[in-house]
């Protein structure tokens, strides 16, 4: 699967999603802009290692990536409806986390791609769950989905 991280803010949250993914064989795209330096000492710490064993791309337009690939992709959002646990996951999903501080806000995808979205539920009127942590549940549903069938390097 690929992790998609949308307009990331927070260093530490990537650096985290870093090594979710490496110890689940996904790939990691992130789309500009970033809010931080894929140098910064930061990212690098709360990563650590695992930078070198995961495939990371830094792409410019998210739309244009999306309009390429003939895989599913979905996008998860606190203002989604459908709960994540209703989708049935393939290892070849695109699955998209919408940036910290604005999620999907300042984009058309919700209008362009409506089914596509979902959430994970939480209180109502809980603020919403920590990137890092929301990228976890998604990835280990998808991956229970698939029989914990992860892809080394």
Not at 102 to 111: I, L, M, P, Y
Request: with cysteine; aromatic share 14%.
């Amino acid at each position: 699967m690929q992790i998609v991280l949308y307009q990331p803010q927070i260093p530490q949250n990537t650096g985290n999603i870093v090594r979710t993914c490496s110890v689940t064989g996904n790939d990691l795209r992130l789309i500009e802009p970033l809010g931080f330096s894929i140098t910064d000492r930061w990212l690098k710490r709360s990563g650590l290692d695992y930078w070198e064993g995961v495939d990371v791309q830094v792409l410019d337009n998210l739309e244009n990536y999306l309009e390429k690939t003939t895989h599913p992709f979905y996008f998860f959002s606190s203002k989604a409806t459908r709960p994540y646990s209703s989708l049935i996951f393939t290892p070849h999903d695109i699955l998209i986390f919408g940036s910290e501080t604005d999620g999907f806000s300042n984009s058309n995808f919700f209008q362009r791609w409506p089914d596509r979205f979902a959430q994970i539920p939480m209180l109502p009127g809980a603020r919403c769950l920590n990137l890092a942590t929301s990228v976890g549940i998604v990835v280990y549903e998808a991956s229970r989905q698939n029989e914990f069938k992860f892809q080394s390097r």
